[in-house]
Every structure is written in structure tokens, then in C-alpha cells.
């Protein structure tokens, strides 16, 4: 019981931690006002960022790879920096608490799709229940897709601040209906208020880290910290 009760206090201490952080917005952009077009959306920022236009249709981008994972195969493990490393089943995802949520999707290439309706887990959600350590900053996120000529698996990086947001989530439903496989199903994380490419699709690993480590793209010239509104689509160093 003592552990238990050890394992409990730490994640009433981590929920804290990060009620004090907020939004956690990179310093760049401090104080900018925010560019885009349209009514505002649920935050206050512009519903189209700069440099978006709106679709209707959800264009299918990907490594070459779309990868067939089946229910009964399908893992996710949450590790790095935590209290409580877990490995979960699919039935032990769908067990957790589930949320509805309408956020949009913006594409870095200069697309983005207005009000979709999404089913999950929200990522403070597993957050919570691994406990990061005080020293995480960082996750990397891993997919089950590959790169087909450098067989390297997808990866991307998020602030632990941008991962946490009430909107982040790793979601199984969209408009109703299972996450289509071309667009990462059955599971995928979605980054409402950040570029998609951040939402990494076909999620099987969620590590914590105190620094920063770039990921497929990331290495390849697309900015770490992805903010829509400040068009901050490639790395300055």
C-alpha cells in the first residue's frame, strides 16, 4: 500500500506541476499576435492560420507505408522518463476514461480541415497515468510506419507543455465511425493547436525526455516547435 500510496501523491504533485505551467507557447512567440483568416475558433486564435486554406476532403499523406495492425497485435507503450511505465493492450486503452472532442487539423502543406469530430484518450490522460518526472520536458513519439527506402521508423518530438494541452489526444473515432487505416487507424495522436506531422499516426511508443530529440521530419528541416499561426513550419537551426 505504501507504494501505491507513494505512486498516487507523485501524480497529484505532477497535475499541479503542470496547471502552473500553462499553455507553454515557444518564447518566440510571446506577445506576437497571431496571423491567419476567419472567425476566431475556441481559443481566440484565427479559424484558417496563415498561409492554410479550408478543405472539405482529408487528403491521405504518408511515408509510402500504411501499415495493417490488428486489434489483438496492437501496443502501446509508454516509457522514458515516468514513474509507472506501462505497456497497453488495446482493451486496456479502450478501458481508460474516453472523451469527445471537434478541433481542427492543419497540414503544413498550406491545408487544413475545420471542425472534426474525435474519439480518445486524451494524452494528459496517459500523462497521468505514467507520471512523468519533474526533468521531463520532451516526448518522442513513435509510429508503426517506415520510411520505405531508409526503413527508418516515424518519429516526431513535442514540448511536454504543447503534449499535455486539453486538446492533444490519441483518438479511434473519427465523425463516428473507426479511424480510417490510411489515416493511421486504428489509433493516431492528433495536435490540434500545432502542424499534423506532430500528430504521429499508427502510435505505438510514447517516450519522456529531459531534452529534445528530432524526429524524421524534424531532422530533415521542419521546425521542432510547429506553430500554425506564427507559420512556423521549418527549423531555424
Known amino acids: 500500500m505504501k507504494n501505491e500510496d507513494s505512486i498516487v501523491e507523485r501524480r497529484l504533485r505532477y497535475i499541479e506541476r503542470q496547471k502552473q505551467l500553462g499553455h507553454g507557447v515557444d518564447v518566440r512567440f510571446e506577445g506576437l499576435k497571431p496571423m491567419g483568416s476567419g472567425p476566431p475558433n475556441r481559443h481566440g486564435l484565427p479559424s484558417v492560420p496563415t498561409g492554410q486554406r479550408a478543405v472539405t476532403n482529408w487528403p491521405v499523406l504518408d511515408l509510402g507505408d500504411v501499415p495493417d495492425v490488428p486489434l489483438a497485435d496492437w501496443r502501446l507503450e509508454i516509457a522514458g522518463l515516468v514513474e509507472n511505465p506501462v505497456t497497453l493492450t488495446w482493451d486496456e486503452f479502450m478501458a481508460l476514461p474516453q472523451s469527445d472532442d471537434v478541433s481542427d487539423f492543419h497540414c503544413v502543406t498550406s491545408w487544413s480541415r475545420l471542425g472534426n469530430h474525435w474519439r480518445g484518450v486524451k494524452f494528459k490522460t496517459l500523462a497521468e497515468l505514467v507520471v512523468p518526472h ?5 516526448i518522442l513519439c513513435t509510429g508503426s510506419d517506415r520510411d520505405l527506402s531508409s526503413g527508418e521508423y516515424y518519429t516526431t518530438n513535442l514540448p511536454l507543455t504543447r503534449a499535455i ?29 500545432l502542424y499534423a506531422w506532430k500528430g504521429t499516426k499508427w502510435i505505438r511508443r510514447i517516450e519522456f525526455l529531459e531534452k529534445k530529440r528530432r524526429g524524421f521530419w524534424e531532422r530533415r528541416g521542419y521546425s521542432d516547435t510547429a506553430e500554425p499561426w506564427f507559420d512556423d513550419r521549418y527549423s531555424t537551426g
Open 134 to 138: 519533474e526533468n521531463a520536458a520532451w
Open 165 to 193: 494541452e486539453d486538446d492533444v489526444m490519441l483518438v479511434h473515432t473519427w465523425e463516428g465511425k473507426p479511424l480510417p487505416r490510411e489515416h493511421g487507424g486504428p489509433c493516431r495522436m492528433i495536435t490540434p493547436r
